[in-house]
T-cell receptor
């Protein structure tokens, strides 16, 4: 049983399109995150939600909009996709926001914008 | 802002031998957490080991251990008896208890190759 699952695993789309990536965790955690890993493998936080409330927004363009319908889900919607959005996007979750709490990661979604 | 530096983009080790991956970080905080994550070709990020800054004792998980030098802001990962399955990209990460609700700041990663 996958703890943090993301769909789809691969996403290929044209510039200008709108796409969504879904994330679900079955760990009972109350905090979820989105990270972006670029082509150089650099991993950076994008958003974090705690109990469906946005708590981190790391100067991500407005074209990116996270949505948390409940504590177990954190979806990422991207409008007007650009070439520079091509990356691997990771969802993660933890129980609580404390630094000591372990983050569990999904397998990532590789987004390719053509 | 905290920064994490992994100065070795690539490392290689012979199977069954020991390898050490280096990580340094910059912070003005006294209490924080450090992590090593493994990312194999499957892309899945897997926690290898965690160290709490207020604990002087180095964390150990089976063949994985850390050398935590707080004054030097160094957090290296030692892999003993290397196995083929250890081949992956390894990321060092810093988490502050004080800011931004537990976000992780990652280093650039070190790609480890294990030679049979």
């Amino acid at each position: 049983d996958t703890a943090v699952s993301q769909t789809p695993k691969y996403l290929v789309t044209q510039m200008g399109n709108d796409k969504s990536i879904k994330c679900e965790q079955n760990l009972g955690h109350d905090t979820m995150y989105w990270y972006k890993q670029d082509s150089k493998k650099f991993l950076k936080i994008m958003f974090s939600y705690n109990n469906k409330e946005l708590i981190i927004n790391e100067t991500v363009p407005n074209r990116f909009s996270p949505k948390s319908p409940d504590k177990a889900h954190l979806n990422l919607h991207i409008n007007s996709l650009e070439l520079g959005d091509s990356a691997v996007y990771f969802c993660a979750s933890s129980q609580g926001r404390l630094a000591k709490n372990i983050q569990y990661f999904g397998a990532g979604t590789r987004l390719s914008v053509l | 802002a905290q920064t994490v530096t992994q100065s070795q983009p690539e490392m290689s080790v012979q199977e069954a031998e020991t390898v050490t991956l280096s990580c340094t970080y910059d912070t003005s905080e006294s209490d924080y957490y450090l992590f090593w994550y493994k990312q194999p070709p499957s892309r899945q990020m897997i926690l290898v080991i965690r160290q709490e800054a207020y604990k002087q004792q180095n964390a150990t998980e089976n063949r994985f251990s850390v050398n935590f030098q707080k004054a030097a802001k160094s957090f290296s990962l030692k892999i003993s008896d290397s196995q083929l399955g250890d081949a992956a990209m390894y990321f060092c990460a810093y988490r502050s208890p004080n800011t931004n609700a537990g976000k992780s700041t990652f280093g650039d990663g070190t790609t480890l190759t294990v030679k049979p």
